[in-house]
């Protein structure tokens, strides 16, 4: 466990701990095998021994608010990575430098100007929020800083406000549910009520499950949205969906909002006769242990599932649940594949940060077989095209509730490229 790790939410400790981190940095290893350094060390840049400049890593991810564990597991699949490669890259010592986007675009705006114009980062990676990702895109579009978003789906990024500084290794919101709004209407209802929280991603998730789910024939009885990041109380929102009478309900919930939601749905009477589909989120390992039984039977969409039966997969999960003692969620996933993604493109041009051009050319061409299957960025909108799953919460062999996959919905392209078709 590194320093961010460690902290219990307390707002003040957490402050005196995220300044030490900002100033310290975390050197993820001690000096490899180092190849000479062809890249010219930025102002601020420490050199390290061998001669090499460390490659400073702006980590921008919720240490605090609903959004915390998200936060934690991205760090830890990319400390994952990093730790697999010996935390060294064409000879530069990785260093993270960590801020916490607090769930709130101003806030992660400061951190994002102190990240680059004062600590000097080669590159940002992390945020969470999609409301955040559109608050910094302008600042670090004009900053030329290359950023690699691990989670935030936010659809204007790949979209009508496409950087080419930015590359997102995660999803598009509305991405990851458009396969499950058609089979919804074939396989659960043909009414259905629509809630997730009020900002960018639970409005693009909503829209994207909508579109196929209105094209194959359905009617959306209902929608409603609690305020984002302060809602824990569901009650009069779930006796909307109740008076509205659907036979089904979508829902986009995350963090400890997905927790509530779900419990409070059981509690409320409403799971034993309106089935809930979602998207996958809502019941990844963050909030699994937490439901139990609650989950059961909810049917979602998502671009990984720690079950999947592949080799890359099946080493993941060895891998990480060895080093951190529990299953990796989607988070952890995005971490380690940002991570690797970040690296393959680095190689490509021998560590040189220095020329932005070069390095954007190098990651529009990065491409493996990640843990989630194939991981491909389409050059003409820095998004993905991936493999959606569809899942089933069943009971494992050990009892816990656990995500089968059902159905693979293959190569799936990012929300705005689908919107147009
Ligand atoms: C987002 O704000 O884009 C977001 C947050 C949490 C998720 C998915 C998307 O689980």
Same mark, same amino acid.
């Given at each position: 466990?590194?320093?961010?790790?460690?902290?219990?939410?307390?707002?003040?400790?957490?402050?005196?701990?995220?300044?030490?981190?900002?100033?310290?940095?975390?050197?993820?290893?001690?000096?490899?095998?180092?190849?000479?350094?062809?890249?010219?060390?930025?102002?601020?840049?420490?050199?390290?021994?061998?001669?090499?400049?460390?490659?400073?890593?702006?980590?921008?991810?919720?240490?605090?608010?609903?959004?915390?564990?998200?936060?934690?597991?991205?760090?830890?699949?990319?400390?994952?990575?990093?730790?697999?490669?010996?935390?060294?890259?064409?000879?530069?010592?990785?260093?993270?430098?960590?801020?916490?986007?607090?769930?709130?675009?101003?806030?992660?705006?400061?951190?994002?100007?102190?990240?680059?114009?004062?600590?000097?980062?080669?590159?940002?990676?992390?945020?969470?929020?999609?409301?955040?990702?559109?608050?910094?895109?302008?600042?670090?579009?004009?900053?030329?800083?290359?950023?690699?978003?691990?989670?935030?789906?936010?659809?204007?990024?790949?979209?009508?406000?496409?950087?080419?500084?930015?590359?997102?290794?995660?999803?598009?919101?509305?991405?990851?549910?458009?396969?499950?709004?058609?089979?919804?209407?074939?396989?659960?209802?043909?009414?259905?009520?629509?809630?997730?929280?009020?900002?960018?991603?639970?409005?693009?998730?909503?829209?994207?499950?909508?579109?196929?789910?209105?094209?194959?024939?359905?009617?959306?009885?209902?929608?409603?949205?609690?305020?984002?990041?302060?809602?824990?109380?569901?009650?009069?929102?779930?006796?909307?969906?109740?008076?509205?009478?659907?036979?089904?309900?979508?829902?986009?919930?995350?963090?400890?909002?997905?927790?509530?939601?779900?419990?409070?749905?059981?509690?409320?009477?409403?799971?034993?006769?309106?089935?809930?589909?979602?998207?996958?989120?809502?019941?990844?390992?963050?909030?699994?242990?937490?439901?139990?039984?609650?989950?059961?039977?909810?049917?979602?969409?998502?671009?990984?599932?720690?079950?999947?039966?592949?080799?890359?997969?099946?080493?993941?999960?060895?891998?990480?649940?060895?080093?951190?003692?529990?299953?990796?969620?989607?988070?952890?996933?995005?971490? &380690?594949? *940002?991570? $690797?993604?970040?690296? @393959?493109?680095?190689?490509?041009?021998? #560590?040189? +940060?220095? !020329?932005?051009?070069?390095?954007?050319?190098?990651?529009?061409?990065?491409? &493996?077989? *990640?843990? $989630?299957?194939?991981? @491909?960025?389409?050059?003409?909108?820095? #998004?993905? +095209?991936? !493999?959606?799953?569809?899942?089933?919460?069943?009971?494992?062999?050990?009892?816990?509730?656990?995500?089968?996959?059902?159905?693979?919905?293959?190569?799936?392209?990012?929300?705005? +490229?689908?919107?147009?078709?």
């Amino acid at each position: 466990m590194d320093r961010i790790t460690k902290i219990k939410i307390g707002r003040r400790k957490f402050l005196r701990v995220s300044a030490m981190v900002a100033a310290g940095g975390v050197l993820l290893a001690a000096c490899g095998d180092t190849v000479s350094p062809t890249n010219t060390p930025a102002a601020g840049t420490t050199t390290v021994a061998g001669g090499a400049t460390s490659l400073k890593l702006g980590v921008l991810l919720p240490f605090s608010g609903v959004y915390t564990q998200l936060g934690l597991d991205i760090v830890d699949g990319m400390n994952l990575y990093f730790e697999s490669i010996g935390g060294v890259v064409a000879g530069r010592k990785i260093e993270l430098l960590k801020e916490d986007e607090e769930n709130d675009p101003q806030a992660a705006l400061r951190k994002t100007k102190k990240l680059i114009e004062s600590d000097k980062v080669d590159l940002l990676t992390g945020i969470v929020s999609s409301a955040v990702a559109l608050g910094i895109r302008d600042t670090v579009d004009q900053a030329k800083t290359i950023l690699v978003i691990s989670n935030a789906g936010a659809k204007d990024i790949t979209g009508a406000r496409f950087s080419k500084y930015i590359f997102r290794t995660s999803f598009s919101n509305g991405q990851v549910p458009y396969p499950l709004g058609e089979w919804a209407y074939k396989n659960v209802g043909k009414k259905i009520f629509m809630t997730a929280p009020d900002y960018a991603a639970g409005r693009e998730s909503v829209e994207g499950f909508k579109a196929t789910f209105v094209k194959a024939g359905g009617t959306v009885v209902g929608e409603v949205y609690p305020p984002f990041g302060k809602t824990s109380d569901y009650a009069p929102f779930l006796t909307q969906i109740q008076q509205a009478k659907p036979e089904a309900v979508y829902a986009f919930y995350s963090g400890t909002e997905a927790v509530n939601f779900v419990k409070q749905y059981e509690q409320f009477g409403l799971k034993k006769d309106i089935p809930l589909v979602a998207a996958g989120f809502i019941v990844e390992q963050d909030t699994l242990p937490a439901l139990g039984g609650a989950a059961l039977g909810i049917k979602s969409t998502l671009h990984y599932a720690d079950s999947l039966d592949t080799p890359e997969n099946k080493k993941f999960v060895a891998d990480f649940t060895s080093k951190y003692k529990r299953t990796p969620t989607t988070f952890a996933l995005q971490g &380690f594949d *940002s991570a $690797r993604f970040i690296v @393959e493109g680095l190689k490509v041009v021998n #560590g040189d +940060t220095t !020329n932005k051009e070069n390095l954007v050319k190098a990651l529009e061409g990065v491409k &493996f077989i *990640s843990p $989630r299957g194939p991981l @491909e960025i389409d050059p003409t909108n820095h #998004g993905l +095209t991936q !493999n959606i799953y569809l899942r089933d919460v069943v009971a494992g062999s050990d009892g816990k509730p656990m995500n089968k996959v059902i159905s693979t919905f293959e190569k799936i392209q990012d929300i705005n +490229t689908l919107l147009k078709n």
